[in-house]
């Protein structure tokens, strides 16, 4: 039989031509395209669960808070304390009892009505033994809770504390619904105007319009909220519009191509995250407060904050947030000079200086400062080793919880959280009475004068004892797509709040 | 020794494999440091409520009970609900594989596509420019990650032609057209490493089995030889290249988790990684489980493949 070698020669060639075509076919298949209406944001972390009343509250709260969850008041983009669910508010003298009065005609996203009953179950949940709220601490105050009608909701305050109004409008205090909170977790039910539809969990969430919304109808028709943890993932996203906000972006040294961008909107917010480097304080030779100025006094704060943030940021001499009020500038206490840091070393006994390791966790901003930290410590002759720290579990458990460490880098996220350094035990085991004095004194401050004079005091003592070495305020970086309005330039709170934001053409 | 008899020791030997294994990843998890309830609460919880919380995911109950629970609930059907999401364990692996498998696949069916043709185009006539142009890839493909692979290609095709989505899964629900071309650039990511290694393993196999005798009588017997070739060399050099898929499926696994992550593709690997970072150690346990049973059983698909591939071993059931 002849054997027709000249058809057979072509098979393998033919075969891959199919393979090729066929790869063509599919890639013509249309792109993503945007309905009307809608709008995606980004966000680097997936929260845990959806509601912010259980667990840690940033990244739920960045999904649900003023979106999906609203609480008896709330915090603007300015940092103001605003009405929500609560019309208005009268404080007893002794700053010992709230009155709220509570807004009528506001049902939950299931058609549940919003009433007094509701917000005394909220706030005995958050401070009831078996509470997983992870703020807790900051609703301790409240001993109990009076309903005289339907309208009205009276807290009663075991000590003022002035702090808690600020703590009611945030993400750990919106109101839940009795019977929803089973399911909160995974499908929220919140007063807010929007309500959730769908999880798609490690990807993204979906919420739209709440036809029944008390307030004014926000613009959008859906809101989607998407989870993307790799920096280069969330560049990507941004510039193919597959994202249209992205109100924390975590890789400053890739922002300045947005900045170029004319189909992008860019800012640099001031945020709630102080980076300091912790120290156990009472292990030696951190437990000699000259030793710790000493290394302050090796610290170039804004050539640290040029290689760690491409210059974003501002160089903080204190544990507080450039955007408070009651922020006072003490870069100049114990600024760069190296000259007084080698004799505070060696009048602390350490003339050439010594060796330690600082516990990194594994966040790039953390590696990055424990690496030009160890070279400026250098000149003083003082010699740190890096080690790395799975963050967060890693971290939480050796440094955070066993306080086995000498030094480490993190950043503090939440706002006006210099009480921290009250807190016994925590893990920089620094312990000062004064201190834990000024800090009972701010709590139970009933002016706003007295308040600020308070904060000014901490924060000087603690720039002084140098508990930690205070490093720089990140920014918040964000950007959006140029043809939005209402994006909320920075972070008081860790959020996205959808309700102002539209398309403008 | 009947045959059913030697089937149940099999299976039994089997079972034993990866009850070992479970034990092991248990606690091999559980000595890891950190503690799900702390990474949950975040660092400004109090001390009750981290108790509180333990209790409520039973955290608090000693460690074999824990373990007693978990397997007992796997040969149920029952895996537990996972510790951050609260939903069932079951459910978000399944809706995970939804992603994870067709890209895997695909990944599969692209990198045999690529290589067959290439390692034979290439064993067919050693030291040609086509050996040598296969070889470059091949060398290309080992040596570089399959993340900067994926990179690149959100780069070029992506951001710079606007041709597919530069990330993320918008669901099945959306569509055949949607979900596929969302998994396009992550295949060809994911494959491009596979590939690369098969068309080194098939050039080889097709150089060595085209020395045999039976080839060389083909030859004689007057068959040309491209012929030769696809008739009696391709399918005899099948086996090496059987094996090495199978080898390769741990691999593809691996490297799914961070093709997953370069494309925030919600699958079973950005799952496991997402877990592991937050002691989601119930995810973590079961997702690890299944790795080692999709292990096993490719290995005994593989080892059946090699009966219709070489009749020799079928004589010695």
């Known amino acids: 039989m002849p054997y027709r070698l000249k058809s057979h020669r072509l098979k393998p060639f033919k075969n891959f031509a199919c393979v090729v075509s066929a790869a063509a076919l599919i890639a013509l298949a249309p792109a993503v395209s945007l309905a009307a209406g809608s709008v995606t944001f980004g966000q680097p972390v997936e929260p845990a669960g959806l509601d912010p009343t259980v667990g840690s509250a940033v990244a739920s709260g960045e999904v649900t808070w003023q979106n999906i969850f609203e609480g008896l008041v709330a915090v603007d983009r300015d940092g103001n304390i605003v009405p929500q669910l609560a019309t208005d508010w009268t404080i007893s003298d002794d700053g010992l009892s709230y009155t709220f009065n509570l807004r009528p005609d506001v049902t939950f996203h299931n058609g549940v009505a919003f009433d007094s009953s509701v917000a005394k179950f909220t706030i005995e949940r958050i401070i009831s033994d078996d509470s997983t709220n992870g703020q807790k601490a900051y609703y301790t105050v409240i001993e109990s809770v009076d309903t005289p009608d339907s309208g009205t909701v009276v807290l009663h305050l075991s000590r003022p504390s002035s702090n808690l109004l600020y703590w009611l409008g945030f993400p750990t205090a919106v109101m839940v619904e009795p019977s929803s909170v089973e399911t909160n977790k995974s499908a929220p039910v919140g007063t807010g105007p929007f309500k959730f539809d769908e999880w798609r969990k490690g990807d993204r969430v979906l919420m739209s319009a709440y036809d029944g919304y008390w307030g004014e109808k926000p613009a959008l028709d859906a809101v989607t909220a998407r989870f993307i943890s790799d920096p280069q993932a969330q560049a990507a996203a941004i510039m193919s519009h597959d994202v249209d906000v992205f109100g924390k972006f975590e890789a400053p040294e890739l922002f300045a191509n947005f900045k170029s961008d004319d189909s992008l909107t860019t800012h640099v917010g001031v945020g709630e995250m102080e980076v300091i480097a912790g120290m156990n304080n009472q292990r030696p030779p951190f437990d000699d407060i000259r030793v710790r100025q000493a290394l302050m006094m090796a610290v170039d704060r804004p050539t640290l904050i040029q290689g760690v943030e491409s210059g974003f940021g501002t160089p903080i001499g204190s544990h507080f947030s450039p955007a408070s009020p009651y922020y006072v500038d003490l870069t100049d206490e114990y600024s760069m000079n190296l000259e007084k840091a080698a004799e505070l070393l060696a009048e602390a006994g350490y003339p050439d200086g010594f060796e330690f390791t600082m516990k990194v966790p594994t966040r790039s901003y953390a590696t990055r400062s424990a690496e030009i930290l160890q070279a400026l410590f250098l000149q003083i002759g003082v010699m740190a080793k890096i080690e790395s720290s799975d963050f967060p579990a890693t971290w939480i458990q050796d440094v955070f919880k066993d306080t086995n460490y000498d030094m480490t880098i993190i950043g503090h996220a939440e706002a006006l959280d210099i009480g921290i350094y009250a807190r016994h035990p925590y893990y920089f085991n620094y312990n000062n009475p004064e201190f834990d004095a000024v800090m009972h004194e701010i709590d139970a401050a009933v002016t706003p004068e007295a308040r600020a004079e308070g904060f000014k005091k901490a924060q000087k003592i603690i720039a002084h004892d140098m508990p930690a070495l205070f490093l720089y305020s990140a920014p918040k970086l964000s950007v959006w797509d140029a043809k939005l309005t209402g994006v909320w330039e920075n972070g008081p709170v860790p959020s996205n709040d959808m309700t102002d934001v539209r398309w403008t053409q | ?317």
């Open chain 2, 1 to 317: 020794m009947t045959p059913a008899l030697k089937h149940m020791r099999r299976a039994a030997g089997y079972l034993a494999i990866l009850l070992v294994t479970s034990f092991l990843i248990f606690v091999l998890i559980e000595a890891a440091p950190g503690d799900p309830a702390e990474i949950m609460l975040g660092t400004s919880a109090q001390l009750d409520t981290v108790a509180a919380l333990r209790a409520e995911l039973g955290l608090d109950r000693p460690m074999l009970v824990r373990y007693a629970s978990w397997i007992g609930g796997v040969f149920t059907g029952d895996l537990g609900a996972s510790y951050t999401y609260g939903t069932p364990v079951g459910e978000l692996i399944a809706d995970r594989l939804a992603v994870t498998v067709p890209l895997t696949l695909f990944a599969t069916f692209l990198a045999i596509c690529i290589s067959l043709p290439l390692g034979v185009w290439a064993g067919a006539r050693p030291g040609a420019v086509t050996d040598g142009l296969a070889t470059i890839f091949a060398q290309f493909g080992i040596a570089v990650p399959n993340f900067w692979i994926g990179l690149l290609l959100i780069l070029f095709l992506s951001l710079g032609l606007g041709w597919f989505p530069a990330g993320g899964f918008p669901g099945w629900g959306e569509g055949l057209g949607k979900a596929v071309s969302a998994l396009i650039l992550p295949a060809i990511a994911l494959a491009i490493p596979q590939a690369a290694v098969l068309t080194r393993v098939t050039r080889a196999a097709v150089i060595e089995v085209a020395h045999e005798d039976f080839v060389r009588t083909a030859r004689a017997k007057g068959l040309g030889r491209n012929r030769a070739l696809w008739l009696h060399t391709v399918p005899n050099a099948l086996l090496p290249v059987v094996t090495m898929l199978g080898l390769q499926i741990p691999f593809l696994i691996s490297g799914a988790v961070l093709v997953e992550n370069v494309f925030t593709l919600p699958g079973i690997g950005t799952l496991a990684y997402q877990a592991l970072s937050q002691r989601d150690l119930i995810v973590v346990q079961n997702v690890v489980l299944m790795f080692a049973i999709i292990v096993i059983v490719v290995n005994l698909i593989v080892d059946g493949l090699y009966a219709i591939l070489d009749p020799r071993l079928r004589t010695h059931k």
